[in-house]
């Protein structure tokens, strides 16, 4: 039972490392190679979120060396933020880190200024499936778009 015991009370030392550095930082050099901005989100959140952390951490070391179950509880945050198919840290960025954080403002300069502006006026979502449309049907038929529905509101 002592092999058992030390492995449960040194369970945050050995696994704590892997799930909360190693896991994210090749899952994160993945996303880099990858073309979907999911998994940027999800592993750029994670690495904001895991500085907080440790930040907190920092700061308050000295509360948190008399709570016992500390370790243990950022682990399974760390788990629950990093396992596949849960992506915990893109929830909360969509939850929790958009409510409070206006990115919304920001629109690429490569857009002529008429579609800068309608793109500004739309929530981060609509903008990212704007964009996409774009990409893929060009800015002359995002224009189109945009002159029906000017159409559409002058006529009511």
């Known amino acids: 039972m002592g092999l058992l015991a030390t492995l ?3 369970l945050d030392t050995l696994l704590g490392p892997g799930v909360m550095l190693v896991f994210p930082l090749y899952a994160s050099m993945l996303a880099i190679e990858s073309s979907t901005s999911e998994e940027d989100q999800q592993w750029l959140t994670y ?3 895991y500085s907080f952390i440790t930040l907190f ?6 509360v948190l060396q008399w709570i016992p179950f500390w370790p243990y ?3 399974l945050f760390c788990m629950w933020l990093v396992l596949p ?4 840290a893109a929830y909360v960025y969509a939850n929790i880190a958009r409510k409070y954080v206006n990115v919304g403002g920001r629109v690429s300069s490569k857009y002529p200024e008429g579609q800068r502006k309608v793109l500004q006026m739309m929530s981060l979502d609509a ?3 704007v964009e996409r449309y774009i990409e893929k049907y060009g800015p002359e038929a995002f224009d189109r778009v945009v002159k029906a529905a000017e ?3 002058n006529r009511k």
Do not use: D, M, T
């Open 151 to 153: 159409k559409e509101a």
């Open 47 to 49: 690495w904001v979120l």
């Open 127 to 129: 903008r990212k499936s």
């Open 73 to 75: 509880l950022k682990l």
């Open 57 to 62: 951490e920092l700061s308050f070391w000295k």
């Open 8 to 10: 449960a009370k040194n």
């Open 85 to 88: 198919g849960i992506n915990g």
